[in-house]
């Protein structure tokens, strides 16, 4: 599968975002799919997930009540709101993809076989 991120930008505290992230060569519904990001001189870190059998979510704790992922099924298209923006979610931010990842791998980069392009976002204060 084939991954394209959009949606990034410059938003200033408090504000929102929504990130999308379009799959194209084959169908999400047997697919985990998340976000990950990466903030100059920061290492990879999770920010949420979805498994589409199903329907269930996961976030990091940085995120949770801030961020909310969800899908469109007749899009094949992974969304993340970002609402209550801060400095700190300031970063690229990238959609990945995995079919036969586990649960206990879903917070791990390297599970995930596909990954989108990266998109930033920038929070200024």
């Known amino acids: 599968v084939q991954l394209q991120a959009s949606g990034g930008g410059l938003v200033q505290v408090g504000g929102s975002l929504r990130l999308s992230c379009t799959g194209s060569?084959?169908?999400?519904?047997?697919?985990?799919t998340g976000w990950f990001r990466q903030a100059p001189g920061k290492e990879r870190e999770f920010v949420a997930a979805?498994?589409?059998?199903?329907?269930?979510?996961h976030y990091a704790d940085s995120v949770k009540g801030r961020f909310t992922i969800s899908r469109d099924n007749a899009k094949n298209t992974v969304y993340l709101q970002m609402d209550a923006l801060k400095p700190e979610d300031t970063a690229v931010y990238y959609c990945?993809?995995?079919?036969?990842?586990?649960?206990?791998?879903?917070?791990?980069?390297?599970?995930?076989?596909?990954w989108g392009q990266g998109t930033l976002v920038t929070v200024s204060s």
């Open positions: 979805l498994k589409w059998s199903g329907g269930s979510t």
């Open positions: 060569g084959d169908s999400f519904r047997r697919y985990v």
């Open positions: 990945v993809a995995d079919s036969t990842i586990i649960l206990s791998s879903y917070r791990t980069a390297s599970a995930y076989d596909y």
